[in-house]
């Protein structure tokens, strides 16, 4: 359906607050799904939200429940992930992905499920 451009890299401190966002090109089909990913250094891709497209409902894992909250502009077919209370352990390269993967958290999770890759951008998080 297209590719996914992400936004620039950052720094910020422990504490602050950043908004990414990931701007879809193509269209959307039946059962789209945007989500975001992490990978920190040495470690595995790991899920972080998802969005359905037709109508916005939400998903989080577990780990970072409350402290993330993602959203889409349909219109503009743009994802975003705001982020708050940033620790050093968020400090990741991250990854937008769009796919038609079963809305449960468990195959969210699956990155098999994701079509579309965003280029990844590097977070760092500063004391």
């Known amino acids: 359906q297209g590719h996914l451009i992400e936004s620039g890299g950052a720094l910020v401190q422990a504490g602050d607050s950043l908004r990414r966002s990931c701007a879809a090109s193509?269209?959307?089909?039946?059962?789209?799904?945007m989500a975001w990913f992490s990978q920190g250094p040495g470690k595995e891709r790991e899920y972080v939200a998802a969005?359905?497209?037709?109508?916005?409902?939400?998903d989080y894992a577990v780990s970072v429940c409350g402290r993330v909250t993602i959203s889409r502009d349909f219109a503009q077919k743009t994802m975003y992930l705001q982020m708050n209370s940033l620790k050093a352990e968020d400090a990741a390269v991250y990854f937008c992905?769009?796919?038609?993967?079963?809305?449960?958290?468990?195959?969210?999770?699956?990155?098999?499920?994701?079509?579309?890759w965003g280029q990844g951008t590097q977070v760092n998080v500063s004391s």
């Open positions: 992905a769009a796919g038609f993967p079963p809305w449960t958290t468990t195959q969210l999770s699956e990155t098999r499920h994701y079509l579309y």
């Open positions: 193509g269209r959307t089909r039946s059962g789209y799904i």
């Open positions: 969005v359905r497209w037709s109508d916005g409902v939400v």
